[in-house]
């Protein structure tokens, strides 16, 4: 008893910077029990399964290449889909992988080459979805980054919340599972335990309306209402730009409850 009263006088009465640990503490303790609990609920099962165009821009190498493709390539999802490789230029190290699937997969996969942007400004990122977007069959469009894995029912879990008609964006956040070197781990730790906890717990008070462009599913409407992908290249974080336009047509978006897998590269 004599401990617990001499605990709460030093919590109360002691250094200010021991303080300031403990609160921080607790505070990482609550947002771990939200996002613990926002991660272990229960998720509808899809009740529709609209058409949709996978566009995936590439550009440099990844790791495990050959497998984050062909992931996409063998979902076990009802409806319609295509996937879109999406490069600059056939010199891309990856461009072979893709003509590879194409071979395997010819009437679900094609390889597209976007060609050098008009727009300097426009990072090579949106200027290669703008260019998938062009000529993609479907209405729902999926931005995958190069090097994401999907399990056999991302695209399942991904429809899910469009039961709800006020959905027109649904994202997944990323999981980084390798990551080799220092630079590269350091993202891990960031994405990993800061980013994602704190995206969950938001979730589970707010309400999961995030978007992020690592794995989006969203409609071509809401997209050209923003001003295309082009247009949403000149910002720095376009998924929040996104997000923002999305909630002004009056629409929300929406947060699945399991990350997608994320295979992050070298960096210098």
């Known amino acids: 008893m004599h401990a617990v009263h001499f ?10 910077i021991a303080q300031a640990v403990i609160c921080v503490a607790i505070l990482l303790l609550v947002r771990d029990g939200l996002a613990l609990r926002f991660r272990l609920a229960h998720s509808p099962a899809a009740v529709s399964f609209p058409p949709i165009s996978i566009l995936k821009p590439v550009h440099g190498d990844e790791p495990e290449a050959v497998t984050a493709f062909r992931s996409y390539c063998t979902q076990e999802y009802p409806g319609p889909y295509e996937v879109l490789f999406i490069f600059e230029d056939a010199a891309q190290p990856l461009h072979r992988v893709a003509l590879a699937l194409v071979d395997e997969f010819p009437a679900l996969v094609r390889c597209l080459l976007s060609g050098p942007p008009d727009d300097p400004l426009v990072n090579g990122k949106s200027h290669n979805l703008a260019a998938g977007a062009a ?3 479907f209405e729902w469009l999926l931005v ?11 695209l399942s879990r991904l429809v899910a919340p469009l039961a709800d008609q006020r959905v027109r ?8 599972t390798s990551a080799p070197g220092i630079p590269a781990r350091l993202e891990r730790l960031l994405v990993n335990v800061v980013m994602a906890p704190f ?11 995030g978007l992020w462009g690592t794995l989006l599913l ?6 050209l209402a923003a001003g295309g992908f082009a247009a949403l290249g000149h910002h720095l974080t376009e998924d929040i730009a ?18 997608v897998d994320v295979q992050c590269a070298a960096m210098s």
């Open 169 to 176: 964006a649904v994202a997944a956040t990323p999981r980084v």
């Open 218 to 223: 969203i409609h071509r409407d809401c997209v």
């Open 7 to 16: 605990a709460l006088d030093w919590i109360v009465n002691g250094d200010a």
């Open 144 to 154: 995958s980054d190069s090097d994401t894995i999907a399990d056999p029912a991302t």
């Open 135 to 137: 000529v993609a069959q």
């Open 199 to 209: 995206e969950y717990a938001a979730a589970q008070v707010r309400g999961a309306h």
């Open 242 to 259: 996104l997000e923002d336009a999305l909630n002004k047509q009056g629409y929300r978006g929406a947060l699945v409850r399991q990350p």
